[in-house]
């Protein structure tokens, strides 16, 4: 068996750890002589495992009681019409553009009510956060959206926005468990598994209750209202069993590391090891402005498109995958997310450097 450091951003690396011991669970998961595939959702069994996964979580982010935490499909994208969908009451949200995933929920909010894009970063394609102290929030505003990692770009809110008095919405998937997080700050945080958590196929939703309603927009199917999945325990239809479990793994993992402020200093260390490097450099260039870099996706460039492909190449033979940059973006991204472990970052950045000495002048 050999295993490469893989930088991608999503579906993305997970804990060694945790891909162990779910093959070793796989044929019969703890006696039940079964694999948790094939075990119904509905036996103690699959319960026991969806509610530590649950209570793992709240105690890994501190979730007040007041708060639902449900397990979902559809990915992030489904949420960027399940939000509006269920939140829209004067039919208004506000959104801060930093990217394409906070672009396309504006979109897609759009198609249900007014959308306004109260701040953007597109001028100077999405290389910073924009001031959001003193944002022109509608006053009928039913919500404040941001996507606080921007995964593409690279770049990180370090505050939230002044929301006057808003709800505010924010899509974390790939921040998720790096960092702690006030949840108090928010009314509803989503995040699809594939980047920081788990497989793909699972999307988490921590939602404040009283955002959890029966009036929702006419026309909104069962399946995408908060109520259905709330009222059940996110057992209402047959729910993407296999992630969650490999999720509440994952949670476990965080938990034995120390939880989420140790997370922190660890994505801290990784990150400075790629960014002080960065900045050194003669021939790699961080494209984020430095206040607003991301812990979990650094974009660099060399600013020529052909010593990038090379660069990508060249990496992917020494087992560093998955360095090419967003297809709409160019250059490189490397995404150093919870379960990239030190090693990783230091092998490569040791290869750019000798990378540099061929190819720099
Ligand atoms: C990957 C990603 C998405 C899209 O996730 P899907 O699960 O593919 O819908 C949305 N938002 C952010 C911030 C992402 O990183």
């Not at 006053?139 to 606080?148: G, H, K, L, S, W």
């Amino acid at each position: 068996m050999s295993r490469v450091y893989n930088f991608s951003a999503g579906p993305a690396v997970l804990p060694e750890e945790v891909l162990r011991e779910a093959a070793d669970e796989m044929m019969d998961y703890r006696g039940s002589g079964m694999s948790v595939m094939e075990m119904s959702h509905r036996s103690k069994m699959f319960e026991s495992i969806i509610g530590q996964a649950e209570e793992d979580l709240r105690e890994l982010m501190n979730i007040p009681s007041n708060y639902k935490v449900l397990f979902l499909q559809g990915g992030a994208s489904q949420q960027f019409a399940m939000v509006p969908m269920n939140l829209f009451k004067n039919r208004v949200g506000d959104y801060i553009i930093t990217g394409q995933w906070a672009k396309k929920a504006w979109q897609e909010a759009s198609m249900y009510g007014t959308a306004n894009a109260i701040a953007s970063s597109a001028d100077k394609t999405f290389s910073y956060i924009p001031d959001v102290s003193d944002l022109p929030v509608s006053e009928n505003a039913d919500y404040v959206y941001i996507c606080e990692n921007n995964t593409i770009y690279g770049t990180k809110y370090k505050t939230l926005p002044n929301t006057k008095g808003k709800d505010l919405v924010a899509d974390i998937s790939s921040c998720i468990l790096s960092e702690p997080v006030d949840v108090t700050k928010y009314g509803l945080l989503f995040a699809g598994a594939q980047k920081n958590v788990g497989p793909a196929g699972v999307v988490i939703v921590i939602i404040r209750e009283d955002l959890i309603r029966d009036e929702v927009l006419p026309g909104t199917p069962t399946m995408l209202r908060y109520k259905t999945h709330a009222d059940n325990n996110s057992l209402y239809n047959t729910p993407p069993a296999y992630g969650i479990y490999i999720c509440g793994k994952v949670f476990q993992w965080v938990k034995k590391r120390g939880g989420l402020q140790a997370m922190k200093e660890y994505n801290e260390k990784k990150a400075a090891v790629l960014y002080d490097y960065l900045d050194q450099s003669c021939l790699f260039k961080g494209t984020v402005e430095k206040k607003d870099r991301s812990l979990m996706n650094v974009p660099f460039i060399t600013g020529d498109s052909d010593m990038d492909a090379l660069f990508v190449k060249e990496a992917k033979a020494q087992g560093l995958e998955n360095l090419k940059g967003h297809r709409t973006v160019g250059g490189m991204r490397a995404s150093i997310y919870n379960a990239m472990p030190m090693e990783g970052v230091e092998k490569l950045v040791a290869f750019m450097k000798e990378f540099e000495e061929k190819h720099g002048k």
